[in-house]
């Protein structure tokens, strides 16, 4: 199920994110492989946004953060000096709870990456690249008659998707989703496990989630946090997704995922 | 707080009792027939068809409890655990029965020396009883303990035949029956041990397996 000898595409060391005098994550080290799905779980506050958040730069915008320690992108930390947090941004996508569209027609919201970002592509060009990151999320069947409606004209299953794939259109390596089907159905969460499944050969995939059972379904590896007696979260287990639901080695981990804490 | 899956956990830990304590019984009738030339076939059969269908209903709380609570981590072993134990049951259940049964097809056996018989039972009583209260406790030590008894009931098994094939005379009814109660008996004591790693499971995760 899983590639334990992919290469490490993520790697975080010791990293500390604080906001204003409140610790919120501390002594984080892991890393995320190519072609792998790792889940991150634990109750609400221990700091698995933060983390996401971390790993492209997004707590950059939240002005009360700081961030000390590393997170290495193929090698290279991304909060040196030299480093340009869009170019970090386009390379490690995000997708967030809620699906968040842009108030344009369905094409423009894929290519708005590809605009934005410098592509220098043809008109044909720029519409195969739109095809293929709407068909990689596994939405292109269903608009395929309709790319200039406006993406509000969508359900939120499918406007989720349509975020998967403004985010996939600019080619990043990592694809970081917070909680992504958070708001959706039964059905729209299946389609879109299933297709963070199909395309997680391509990517690195790091997933939030609060559905611990998603989190066993769609992970290859599983990390979980917890927050200590001061409320700073922690890494308290990682490993396979296989191991950590079956025979998981931390009892606060056992108790989290039968349900009798959190 | 209690869970709404600790209460289907709760059943199938009864169930499971219930259906150990109906094995253990038929097991010490099977056997006390045997050593007292009794009739209980009757008994032991009726036994048997009652612990198929206990194993059938935990089957099917195992298999709700899976389908509506998703269960995880021990929960998950257990629950797994008390299907593969309850079929252990139900083979111990099948194996008294044949004890039964070859003990009415062979007649008295009060002529012959059996002593194998009546070590081999003892031991595997206590066998039983301690490996359902290392189940009920989850107590892992004296799962442990189960499996080291388990070896001489093989050596009683082993010296039994290497007996018979030396020995020229004697009633050669005494040497059929003796062996067959003592290979449904080693049979018994497996399935005991089986229960024993089932244990192991549930509480320290997958263990090396049997060979």
Known sequence: MSESSAPEVVRVEALRVVYGSKIAIDDINISFKRSNITAIIGPSGCGKSTLLRSINRMNDLIPAASVSGRVYFNGVDIYSKDVDPVYIRSRIGMVFQRPNPFPFSIFDNVAFGLRVNGFKLTKDELYNKVKDALVKAALWDEVKDRLDNHAYSLSGGQQQRLCIARALAVDPEVLLLDEPTVSLDPISTARIESLLRSIKDEYTIIIVTHNMLQAARVSDYTAVMMPDDDMVGRIIEFGETRGIFTNPRDKRTEDYISGRIG | ?211
Do not use: W
């Not at chain 2, 609570?69 to 257990?78: E, S, T």
């Open chain 2, 1 to 211: 707080m209690s869970r709404i899956l600790d209460m289907g956990l709760q059943l199938l830990s009864r169930r499971l009792e219930e259906m150990f304590n109906l094995g253990i019984s038929s097991f010490s009738k099977s056997t006390e027939g045997l050593l007292q030339y009794k009739d209980v076939e009757r008994e032991v059969y009726e036994a048997a068809k009652r612990l198929r269908d206990i194993y059938e209903e935990i089957c099917d709380i195992a298999t709700e409890l899976i389908a509506r609570y998703q269960p995880v981590a021990k929960d998950l072993r257990f629950i797994r655990s008390c299907i593969n134990v309850s079929y252990d049951i139900l083979r111990m259940g099948r194996y008294a029965l044949e004890i039964t049964r070859s003990s009415s097809m062979l007649g008295s056996l009060l002529e012959c020396d059996l002593t194998p018989i009546s070590q081999s039972s003892e031991i595997i009583g206590k066998m039983l009883r301690d490996s359902l209260q290392a189940l009920k406790t989850l107590d892992v030590e004296k799962a442990r303990g189960v499996k080291l008894m388990d070896e001489r009931i093989d050596e009683i098994y082993r010296e039994r035949i290497r007996a018979i094939t030396l020995e020229r005379d004697g009633p050669k009814e005494c040497d059929v029956a003796i062996v067959l109660a003592l290979r449904n008996l080693e049979r018994i004591a497996d399935h005991a041990t089986y229960i024993c790693d089932a244990v192991e499971y549930i509480v320290l995760g997958p263990v090396k397996h049997r060979e």
